[in-house]
């Protein structure tokens, strides 16, 4: 048998002690929260999220464990033929009935800049392949923006509206709707900056609600 007590010591023990720490905080301020997490989770939130480490979805939005559901990826995307995210989205919405589906994405976001300024990341410019279908869409609007950094802002927003629009075509949220589940799809971008969150305008409960909003943001962004 292994004796533990002679094991080197982890060279993320300052991790653990955190933890520790974390733990003793949360037990001394409710001391049933970890006994009623341990029994189910019952969040009304799904976020979707970039898997940047500067934007932790919990802290962000001021909850405790339990109360979000995550899912993140690289530059927060949507991809009809992903099934991880796909099925994170149906696990939300199909069994713990989550209310509201947020799709936040962030200024300075890594994936979004090395589309913009058609840089090489390796493996992962496969994903970024979406952003790039983005940027093309929207030609015209892009070019709108004044400046690099005006572009950079802009398709930061872009990225976040057309994965709203992917999350409100899929199968999980249509579906949902049609059973006339409670589902509402968010829009926001989180600001590096200040750490405020911004709401770009799409706030989805009905396909007809897509498509209208959809095409009334994109008017407003073309007339500034």
């Not at 070019?143 to 629009?165: G, I, W």
Request: contains cysteine; hydrophobic residues 40%; aromatic residues 6%.
């Amino acid at each position: 048998m292994q004796d533990h007590n002679h094991l080197p010591q982890s060279s993320l023990a300052h991790l653990i002690d955190k933890n520790i720490d974390w733990a003793a905080h949360v037990q001394a301020k409710s001391p049933d929260f970890f006994n009623r997490l341990a029994h189910q989770q019952t969040p009304e939130y799904m976020w979707i999220g970039c898997a940047d480490s500067r934007v932790p979805a919990n802290e962000l939005i001021g909850v405790l464990p339990g109360e979000v559901f995550v899912h993140r990826n690289v530059a927060n995307l949507i991809v009809h033929s992903d099934l991880n995210s796909l099925s994170a989205m149906q696990y939300a919405v199909d069994v713990l009935k989550v209310k509201h589906i947020i799709v936040c994405g962030h200024y300075g976001c890594g994936g979004v800049k090395s589309v913009l300024d058609n840089q090489r990341a390796g493996l992962v410019d496969n994903w970024l392949r979406h952003i790039h279908d983005t940027k093309i869409k929207f030609t015209k609007l892009m070019a709108k923006a004044t400046d690099h950094e005006a572009q950079f802002k802009r398709l930061c927003e872009l990225n976040v509206l057309e994965q709203v629009h992917n999350a409100c075509q899929s199968t999980v949220v249509q579906d949902a709707w049609a059973r006339g589940q409670s589902l509402t799809v968010h829009s926001w971008i989180y600001n590096l900056a200040d750490g405020l969150i911004k709401p770009l305008g799409l706030e989805v409960n009905s396909i007809e609600g897509l498509i209208a909003q959809y095409e009334q943001i994109l008017l407003k962004m073309r007339a500034e």
